[in-house]
């Protein structure tokens, strides 16, 4: 189908990008490949398109004493590429690939990813387990969000009227691991497990098993696999697909939780 | 609000300025403005792959990036990559390999399957992975695979 109509602003600074956003039915443009399909679905009608993509400031890769600082305009075929993010990251390395497929990783972004919040998509969940730090900009300035308070409900997030996700800050950590499972490479997460681990723990979230990425506190505390794979239920409560029972996708998580228990186990 | 914006990008070397409104999508702009119609449209909603093209050198979804995003891009089709003889390899091993029957989805698939062939060579599972969001719902992919497979080992 085709998109409804609507105007379009391309902002040429933050400032400029703040005033533009407070109009009437005014909807953030970046990479735009949540938000295109949904306008040409015409399941969303905005009135006009803010499109931030100039903002320079917004595309930097940057390590600082917090961690890796990754602007909102980073997109996954840059992340994909990037030493940095590989180095300090790797769970972010780990789990680009398996960001839908090349011709939309060259342009989605993690800003977008992280702002519309999609349960099953697979940066929110890395962002909670890494438990990092979103930061919003707004006119009084900038406001910092941990990921665990971030994610409020199905797409839906902190973020207040007027603000604009400018990146995200990603702390370092000693062992990471990300696994999916998904009918077809790139498909949508039947469910997925992003896992990191150091001298404090183990912390381990699931995509594709709630409204929103899922941080599964009790395995993560728990002192064996099988300690982990008898509490997973009590942690989520995976909503059934089309296609997949709640149970199949419980299941399916258990297998995901066995595959990444050794990497995240092994000694400090 | 909904006033067409001025919009100037480099398609095939030719620099073009239109009037675009907003809602167009670059492949509807390639193909009804400017009369590109290599470039197909199937599910206008990232799913198919066979609007691929490729913008600043990058392959990207046509259907889901706005003409007016393109201000100032420079664009490649099928008809381009076509008439610089850039696709001639692949091409010719499509046609070898039967790799298409309906022909609808093949200038997506030889887009995607030339950005990975810009990237050196790669496994038969990797070939896969790649054009996993081109659709083809005739050949199987089998023959498709078989000849991205021989261009990337230099027998096109």
């Not at chain 1, 919003?136 to 009227?161: Q, Y």
């Not at chain 2, 979804?61 to 891009?73: E, P």
């Amino acid at each position: 189908m085709k998109a409804p109509a609507f105007a379009y602003a391309k902002a040429k600074s933050l400032v400029e990008a703040f005033d533009l956003i407070e109009r009437p039915g005014a909807k953030i443009l970046a990479g735009g490949q949540s938000l295109i399909p949904s306008l040409n679905m015409r399941l969303a009608a905005p009135e006009l398109l803010v499109d931030i993509t100039g903002l320079k400031d917004l595309t930097v890769i940057d390590v600082r004493p917090n961690g890796l600082h990754i602007g909102a305009l980073v997109t996954h075929a840059q992340l994909e590429k990037s030493d940095k993010v590989a180095k300090h990251v790797p769970l972010l390395a780990q789990a680009v690939a398996h960001v839908a497929h090349p011709a939309i990783r060259n342009r989605g972004t993690l800003g977008g990813s992280l702002a519309l919040a999609d349960p099953a998509a697979e940066y929110p969940a890395c962002a909670l387990a890494l438990n990092a730090t979103i930061v919003l900009a707004g006119r009084r300035g900038e406001r910092r969000v941990s990921a665990s308070n971030f994610f409020k409900g199905l797409f839906e997030t902190d973020i207040r009227p007027g603000e604009i996700v400018a990146g995200a800050e990603f702390p370092k950590v000693d062992r990471s691991i990300f696994l999916e499972l998904a009918r077809r490479q790139g498909d949508y997460a039947i469910v997925g497990l992003a896992g990191v681990a150091d001298a404090s723990g183990k912390r381990i979230a699931f995509l594709g098993a709630g409204a929103t990425p899922v941080f599964a506190a009790l395995a993560s505390r728990a002192v064996s696999l099988n300690a982990a794979l008898e509490v997973l239920d009590r942690d989520l409560d995976p909503p059934a697909d089309l296609y997949h029972s709640s149970a199949t996708k419980l299941h399916l998580a258990r297998v995901l939780l066995s595959r990444a228990w050794n990497t995240l186990s092994k000694p400090h | 609000m909904e006033h067409a914006v001025e919009t100037t990008l480099t398609v095939n070397g030719t620099r073009v300025t239109r009037s675009v409104a907003p809602r167009v999508h670059l492949v509807d702009f390639l193909r009804e403005e400017l009369g590109l119609t290599g470039s197909h449209i199937g599910c206008e909603h990232g799913v198919c792959g066979a609007c691929t093209v490729r913008v600043n050198g990058e392959i990207v979804r046509g259907c889901l990036m706005l003409a007016v995003q393109a201000d100032g891009c420079t664009v490649e089709t099928i008809e381009g990559l076509s008439d610089s003889k850039e696709l001639a390899p692949l091409q010719k091993a499509f046609h070898e390999h039967n790799a298409l029957q309906c022909g609808f989805c093949t200038p997506g698939m030889l887009m995607a399957a030339q950005d990975l062939l810009r990237g050196g060579k790669k496994t038969r599972d990797e070939i896969r992975a790649h054009i996993s969001g081109n659709y083809c719902r005739c050949t199987g992919y089998q023959a498709i695979v078989d000849a991205i497979e021989k261009v990337m080992h230099g027998q096109g």
